[in-house]
């Protein structure tokens, strides 16, 4: 089986290097081709034949990956090796690279859904959230912070998200609302927003709950909305969290397949790409099943 191993070296606290893991498969009698995302032309890797892909990296490797996934229909599993790792997590890909190695020849094939955003900038494919508000402006907040102080490289995966939780609460004590227009389905949600999440996955930032059970395959969003009346309930939803303590996240949600934003005047974040402002409209639409992804819980 000739499995193509695209790796993220700086991904977490970079416990593999691209050797071992190649030893691994190799070992195991797969024909591995590795491909580092950090390099450029990587994408010149799915001109080749190829029968599994293995994405050894975080959310934004993953990300990265899925519309060339979703073009070529090839399957793929996840190696977890980032921080958040919210799509392993809600897709159950959890897995010890000794358990991915060995069922990942065996394992059956699962459809996933996958998301994409119109805008007149052009389109844009999305496997975990897009959003606007609150967790847009903390995304290039922490981007900025982790790049300034290096703590990237000097925390490991578990204290950068507990620092990302306390500084997430910091910044929703001042964060302005967004004036917001837009139709879930034929429904119309206005008023002014910290935050609205429209989400593929279980997780958001910083393993953030937003929903509770969420089945990325079942062709709805899961979409949820911080009224600014409940500022304060969130800053304690939040401050339970970086206690290590459960709780249910103060937001309105409601599930739907498409969403028009008729106008926006907030940040938008685009999986982990964040967008000062966006031109509306923004038209975002699911597509069902569009990723072939190998069950690794199955095998």
Same mark, same amino acid.
Request: aromatic share 6%; glycine share 8%.
């Given at each position: 089986?000739? $499995?193509?191993?695209?790796?993220?070296? !700086?991904? %977490?606290?970079?416990? /593999?290097?691209?050797?071992?893991?190649? =030893?691994?498969?190799?070992?195991?009698?797969?024909?591995?081709?590795?491909?580092? +995302?950090?390099?450029?032309?990587?994408?010149?890797?799915?001109?080749?034949? +190829?029968? =599994?892909?293995?994405?050894?990296?975080?959310?934004?490797?993953?990300?990265?990956?899925?519309?060339?996934?979703?073009?070529?229909? $090839?399957?793929?599993?996840?190696?977890?090796?980032?921080?958040?790792?919210?799509? *392993?997590?809600?897709? %159950?890909?959890?897995?010890?690279?000794?358990?991915?190695?060995? =069922?990942?020849?065996?394992?059956? $094939?699962?459809?996933? #859904?996958?998301?994409?955003?119109?805008?007149?900038?052009?389109?844009?494919? /999305?496997?975990?959230?897009?959003?606007?508000?609150?967790?847009?402006?903390?995304? !290039?907040?922490?981007?900025?912070?982790?790049?300034?102080?290096?703590?990237?490289?000097?925390? !490991?995966? @578990?204290?950068?998200? !507990?620092?990302?939780?306390?500084?997430?609460?910091? +910044?929703?004590?001042?964060?302005?609302?967004?004036?917001?227009?837009?139709?879930?389905?034929? @429904?119309?949600?206005?008023?002014?927003?910290?935050?609205? @999440?429209?989400?593929?996955?279980?997780? $958001? %930032?910083?393993?953030?709950?937003?929903?509770? #059970? &969420?089945?990325?395959?079942?062709?709805?969003?899961?979409?949820?909305?911080?009224?600014?009346?409940?500022?304060?309930?969130?800053?304690?939803?939040?401050?339970?969290?970086?206690?290590?303590?459960?709780?249910?996240?103060?937001?309105?949600?409601?599930?739907?397949?498409?969403?028009?934003?008729?106008? &926006?005047?907030? *940040?938008?974040?685009?999986?982990?790409? &964040? /967008?000062?402002?966006?031109?509306?409209? +923004?038209?975002?639409?699911?597509?069902?099943?569009?990723? @072939?992804?190998?069950?690794?819980?199955?095998?």
């Amino acid at each position: 089986m000739k $499995i193509a191993l695209f790796h993220n070296a !700086s991904a %977490g606290d970079r416990s /593999f290097k691209g050797s071992e893991l190649v =030893r691994q498969f190799a070992q195991a009698g797969y024909d591995v081709m590795y491909v580092s +995302i950090k390099e450029k032309g990587w994408e010149s890797a799915f001109r080749s034949p +190829i029968d =599994r892909v293995v994405v050894a990296g975080g959310d934004g490797t993953v990300s990265r990956l899925a519309p060339w996934l979703s073009a070529t229909g $090839i399957p793929f599993c996840i190696l977890p090796l980032g921080t958040a790792n919210n799509c *392993a997590k809600t897709l %159950g890909q959890m897995h010890a690279l000794e358990t991915v190695v060995s =069922r990942l020849g065996p394992a059956p $094939i699962k459809q996933v #859904d996958l998301g994409l955003l119109t805008s007149p900038a052009g389109h844009r494919v /999305f496997i975990e959230s897009i959003g606007l508000g609150l967790l847009a402006s903390f995304m !290039s907040a922490m981007r900025d912070r982790e790049r300034k102080d290096k703590t990237r490289v000097r925390l !490991s995966p @578990e204290e950068r998200l !507990s620092n990302a939780l306390q500084h997430l609460r910091q +910044i929703t004590k001042e964060h302005p609302e967004a004036d917001c227009d837009l139709l879930l389905d034929d @429904e119309p949600v206005r008023g002014s927003l910290l935050l609205l @999440e429209i989400a593929n996955m279980g997780l $958001i %930032g910083p393993n953030l709950k937003l929903v509770p #059970d &969420v089945n990325p395959a079942d062709g709805r969003f899961e979409v949820v909305w911080l009224p600014n009346e409940r500022r304060k309930e969130w800053r304690d939803y939040i401050r339970l969290l970086t206690e290590g303590k459960s709780s249910a996240a103060p937001v309105n949600s409601t599930r739907c397949s498409r969403v028009l934003f008729r106008n &926006v005047n907030a *940040a938008v974040h685009v999986d982990s790409k &964040v /967008f000062p402002a966006m031109l509306t409209p +923004i038209s975002v639409k699911l597509h069902p099943g569009a990723l @072939e992804l190998v069950d690794l819980n199955a095998a």
